[in-house]
């Protein structure tokens, strides 16, 4: 079962625009959401997260929305450039003492010059 | 300022033999985490360890597969009678002490071990 869903394998956008990843979940224990940008043969790397208290957190061109009656997030990147072309991981926790991420299956980004 | 360590980087076994994977933690954190992933895949959750604990290992397979993390040294993912179906990248992560809260975790690059 898949507790986090990313149902858009692939993206698409025009260098400028703005790039919308989409991440659904089931588990509504969950407490605590992650993104991770992975690029080929690298580790994946903490872009930004929210907290289940928050329904925005922005941090320069990267925004998190969380929409927690919809069970729904999701990443705006604006403006998106090249160099932000990669697999990026939706990945949510529960708090307390557990520490694991479970993790969506990604999206993978293209951004065309 | 060195991040998460893993080595090694690529690791070819062949059916039977044992593969071990290291990872240093970043510096201050106490917490370890591997993952592993299969080929289009997200990061499967496999074992959570503090020093000398093992705090949670609900993800790891019951037979073969072990883990450590020892007051001195690197952190141990130890596969035993390696089979194809272990072929993956193992991802470890650590973070800094939870104090009641969340803390992000911060990957290594990952070892891709190989079963021919």
């Known amino acids: 079962d898949q507790q986090v869903k990313q149902n858009s394998p692939s993206l698409s956008v025009q260098e400028g625009r703005i790039s919308i990843l989409n991440c659904d979940y089931t588990n509504s224990m969950f407490d605590y959401f992650l993104w991770y940008k992975k690029y080929p043969a690298e580790g994946p790397t903490f872009l930004i997260s929210i907290s289940s208290i928050k329904d925005k957190n922005e941090d320069g061109r990267f925004t998190v929305f969380l929409n927690k009656s919809a069970k729904h997030l999701s990443l705006h990147i604006v403006p998106s450039q090249p160099g932000d072309s990669a697999v990026y991981f939706c990945?949510?926790?529960?708090?307390?003492?557990?520490?694991?991420?479970?993790f969506g299956k990604g999206t993978k980004l293209s951004v065309k010059p | 300022n060195a991040g998460v360590m893993q080595n090694p980087r690529h690791l070819v076994r062949r059916r039977g033999q044992e593969a071990r994977l290291r990872c240093s933690p970043m510096?201050?954190?106490?917490?370890v985490y591997w993952y592993r992933q299969l080929p289009e895949e997200g990061l499967k959750f496999m074992v959570y360890?503090?020093?000398?604990?093992?705090?949670?290992e609900s993800g790891m397979p019951k037979e073969r597969f072990s883990a450590e993390f020892p007051k001195e040294g690197p952190s141990i993912l130890r596969i035993q009678q390696v089979v194809r179906g272990d072929s993956a990248a193992y991802f470890c992560?650590?973070?800094?002490?939870?104090?009641?809260?969340?803390?992000?975790?911060?990957f290594g690059p990952g070892t891709r071990l190989t079963v021919l």
């Open positions: 360890l503090q020093k000398e604990n093992i705090i949670d």
């Open positions: 510096k201050g954190h106490s917490h």
């Open positions: 992560a650590s973070s800094p002490t939870l104090a009641g809260g969340h803390n992000e975790q911060f």
């Open positions: 990945a949510a926790s529960v708090g307390g003492s557990q520490g694991n991420l479970i």
